[in-house]
Each structure stands twice: as structure tokens, then as C-alpha cells.
């Protein structure tokens, strides 16, 4: 029989994993904030500083959905579903897991619903 779910011991390092990815994404958003501020008055510098605050706040948007998608790995850990596709549920094999450790689908999965 196929084991249905990781051990304790098994989700440990990708807590601080997760926690790490989200320490580093909360770090830009801050940096992020601060940026595209100011003005100079030019017209020519003024379309460009909006155009960069348009980039920073669609940065700061996808940061802000990737430290949602961190926060719900997290707890799918603390509830013991973290690692299991949830379409298939089958275990997510751990190279997947690495690479993009908030995923919440096998490689599968993820290829069927973007087939549709």
C-alpha cells in the first residue's frame, strides 16, 4: 500500500523552508514599498514613475499571493495534509516539494488544470 501522508519528522525541514521563502518575499515586499516615490515635476519622469509604480505594485501584488500560498502550506503541515495533491491524493514526490515547496498539486495535476 502507498503511503498516503509525510511524517513529523519528514515535514520539518519544509517548515523552514517555507518559513525562509517567506522571510525573504515579506523582505521585498518591504523593500518594495518604499520604492517609486517622489516626484520631480517633469512630465516625461512622471509616465515613467508611474509606470514603475505600476510594476512595484504588481510585484508587491504577486508577493502578497505567494506569502498567502506560504501561510497555507504552513498550516496544511500543522494539519498533517501538507505534501498531498490535492486533486489525486497521492503524495507530491519530494523533488517537487523542494523545488516549490507551497505547491498543492503533483506535476499531473498541475498539467491537467492548465489543459483546461
Not at 509606470?51 to 500543522?78: G, H, P
Amino acid at each position: 500500500m502507498a503511503k498516503k501522508k509525510f511524517t513529523k519528522r519528514e515535514l520539518e525541514p519544509f517548515r523552514k523552508l517555507l518559513l525562509q521563502h517567506r522571510n525573504v518575499v515579506t523582505g521585498n515586499m518591504s523593500s518594495l514599498d518604499g520604492e517609486g516615490r517622489g516626484s520631480s515635476g517633469d512630465e516625461g519622469d512622471l509616465s515613467s514613475e508611474n509606470f514603475e509604480i505600476e510594476l512595484t505594485l504588481t510585484a508587491m501584488q504577486s508577493e502578497t499571493n505567494l506569502v498567502q500560498e506560504i501561510d497555507e502550506a504552513l498550516k496544511r503541515i500543522d494539519i498533517g495534509t501538507y505534501g498531498v495533491c490535492e486533486d489525486t491524493e497521492e503524495l507530491i514526490p519530494l523533488p517537487r516539494l523542494q523545488a516549490i515547496p507551497w505547491t498543492r498539486l503533483c506535476v499531473e495535476a498541475q498539467e491537467k488544470r492548465e489543459k483546461s
